[in-house]
Every structure is written in structure tokens, then in C-alpha cells.
């Protein structure tokens, strides 16, 4: 099968499109028939970054990268009842650890994996894995609910277009900030304010905010712990490890200030399945691109400005 391998960290010319061998399925695991992945700022820091490929996929080379995948189920472990041969299925595989998804065919734990909703697209499948996911596990760790007043940095990009959505699904008061090219987009996923991160200073939302997505760190998460009502949450995604600074200040203001990393959940899957099922969740697609073109899918996330997520078709 065709596979991308990654020798060590570099370049985008450090991932080597190559034939190798199929994965051999375990008892607990399906082999899926990749039809799109999608790729997060995490493929982009681990294929970069040999502290980040260390920390993730420890000194294993060479590696696949990847994660996020859509595809078909076309053999299924014999400890496995989930899925049948022909189904077609989503998830995030093995995240934080080896997902092997820049490949053909990927072996997924079934319990890792969700059945696409008949009535979207595997692109749109592929989308709503690892960011969507993150956005779900963080809303759920800040306990958001009705009523609740949240602002979602980085509103536009891959977590931030599913955390509006999901936020407004479980009856918050959403404000979100991007930059103005994508205001229109973030008050079309529902959010109710948008703030112009670049022309006014977040701050001007408010400083009751009972849940705060910080999506950017550094400045970014110190003032929104400003911001954050007493007992309310600030989680922070872009790294597990919060300045000494900010957790103290979070403290002394009464904030609870979590780091999230997500995790692979057939579950959670399932819960997205349900939402995009109804409508009531959207993936939006920036652009797709072939699976010979991974590395200017990889350049074009990393120059930013992602309107959605990033999808990459077999
Ligand atoms: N901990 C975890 O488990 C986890 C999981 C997923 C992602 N992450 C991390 O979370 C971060 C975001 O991931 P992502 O997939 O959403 O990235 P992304 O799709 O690349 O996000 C880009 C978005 O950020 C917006 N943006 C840029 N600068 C901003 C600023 N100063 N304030 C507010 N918004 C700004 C951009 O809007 P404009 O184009 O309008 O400027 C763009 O829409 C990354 O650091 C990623 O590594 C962590």
C-alpha cells in the first residue's frame, strides 16, 4: 500500500510517499480502507519537530503521522462486533500516540471509530475527527451549559468552528474572535458577537465570561483569565504545560485553568456522529487536497489562515 513514512523531523520534504506492507489487523481492531484524512497543527509540530515526534510517537523511525481518517471497514479482529466489512466509518486513531494515518489502509481499535452519517461526506467526516473532538472534550471540561457566556478564540479555525457550534448546541451565549476576513463565517456557525482580534481587544466582550477557549496561548490565555468570572474555566489547548505565572494568577482569581489534550473516544465519536446527523454540527472544508499533494496540504496549514479544517482525499 501506499504510505507516507517520516524518517526524522524536517521539512515537508522529510515525508517520503512510499510501498509498504499492509497493517495486520489485532483481535480488538478493524482495517479501514482510507478514503480522506484530515490534518491539525499537531501533524505540522510532529513532522517538524523532533521534540514533538519524541514526545508523541517516542523514538520509533520511521513513522507515519496522522490521525484523522474516513473510510470503509474491509476486514474487521475476531474480538471485534461493532462494524461490518462495508461500513463506513470515522475517528481519530490512537491520539496522543501512533495514529499511522498517512496511508491507504490504517488498523483502528473498533472502539476508537463512529459510523459516518449517511448524510455527509467522507471529507466532511475526515473533518470532524481530532478537532472536533478537542472542541467537544474542552466544552465538557469547562462544563459549559445553557446559559453559560463563552468566547472561543481562534473561532474560525479547525477546533474553533466545532466549539462555536457545539457551544451554541448546548445553549451558551457565544462570542468568538477571528480576524475580520472571518467574521461573517463565525456569525453563520451561530456565534452571537465576534471580536476582530487584530482591529479591537477581546476584552471589549466583557469580563463575565463563565468559559473561555484559548486556543492561542501566551498574551492570549493571561488576559483571558482577566476576563473569566470567578469559578468559571479557562482551558487552554495549544500545550500541556501552563506558564507558572498563569496558573498562579488563576488561583488567586478563583478560575479553574485546565489543559486539554484530546483523546481518542468511540464514544465521543458517536456524539458527533449524532449532532452531524442533525445538522446541528457542520464541518467546513478550507481545501482538499490529493494525497500526492500532503506536503503542500502540510505548508498550507502551516502559513495558517485555515478557514475550517484542512482534508486530504485518497
Ligand atoms: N490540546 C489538544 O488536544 C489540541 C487539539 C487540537 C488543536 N490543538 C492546538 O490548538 C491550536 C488551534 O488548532 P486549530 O486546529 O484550531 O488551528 P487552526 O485551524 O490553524 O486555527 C487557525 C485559526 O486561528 C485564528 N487565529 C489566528 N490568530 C489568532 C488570534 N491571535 N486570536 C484569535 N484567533 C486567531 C485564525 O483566524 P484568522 O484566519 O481569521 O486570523 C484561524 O481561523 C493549535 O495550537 C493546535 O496545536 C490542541
Known amino acids: ?125 475526515a473533518g470532524a475527527t481530532l478537532a472536533a473532538l478537542t472542541a467537544l472534550q474542552s466544552l465538557r471540561a469547562g462544563k459549559v451549559k445553557k446559559g453559560d457566556k463563552v468566547l472561543i478564540h481562534g473561532a474560525s479555525g479547525g477546533v474553533g468552528h466545532y466549539a462555536v457550534q457545539l457551544a451554541k448546541w448546548l445553549g451558551a451565549y457565544v462570542v468568538g474572535t477571528s480576524s475580520e476576513g472571518n467574521k461573517d463565517f463565525v456569525l453563520e456557525l451561530g456565534a452571537d458577537e465576534h471580536v476582530d482580534y487584530a482591529a479591537a481587544r477581546f476584552e471589549s466582550a466583557g469580563d463575565d465570561f463563565d468559559f473561555i477557549l484559548d486556543s492561542k496561548a501566551g498574551e492570549t490565555l493571561s488576559r483571558s483569565l482577566k476576563i473569566t468570572k470567578k469559578g468559571g474555566t479557562v482551558v487552554s489547548i495549544p500545550s500541556s504545560n501552563l506558564p507558572e505565572g498563569d496558573r498562579k494568577a488563576a488561583e488567586e482569581l478563583g478560575i479553574h485553568l485546565i489543559p486539554v489534550l484530546v483523546s481518542s473516544s468511540g464514544e465521543d465519536m458517536n456524539v458527533l456522529a449524532g449532532l452531524l446527523t442533525s445538522g446541528k454540527l457542520k464541518t467546513h472544508i478550507h481545501q482538499v487536497f490529493k494525497f500526492e499533494e500532503l506536503r503542500d496540504a502540510h505548508t498550507s496549514l502551516e502559513l495558517g489562515k485555515i478557514r475550517g479544517k484542512i482534508v486530504i482525499g485518497l
Open 1 to 125: 500500500m501506499k504510505a507516507y513514512i517520516l524518517n526524522e523531523a524536517g521539512g515537508v520534504d522529510h515525508l517520503n510517499l512510499t510501498e509498504i506492507e499492509k497493517p495486520v489487523i489485532k483481535e480488538n481492531e478493524v482495517l479501514v480502507s482510507v478514503k480522506t484524512i484530515a490534518i491539525n497543527p499537531v501533524d505540522v509540530k510532529s513532522r517538524a519537530s523532533e521534540g514533538t515526534l519524541s514526545w508523541l510517537l517516542a523514538q520509533k523511525r520511521p513513522v507515519i503521522l496522522g490521525w484523522d481518517i474516513a473510510g470503509e471497514v474491509v476486514e474487521t479482529g475476531a474480538g471485534t462486533s461493532a462494524f461490518n466489512v462495508g461500513d463506513k466509518v470515522f475517528g481519530m486513531v490512537n491520539f496522543p500516540g501512533q495514529g499511522n494515518a498517512y496511508a491507504e489502509y490504517v488498523a483502528v481499535p473498533a472502539d476508537q471509530l463512529a459510523l459516518i452519517p449517511q448524510n455527509i461526506s467522507f471529507e466532511e467526516a
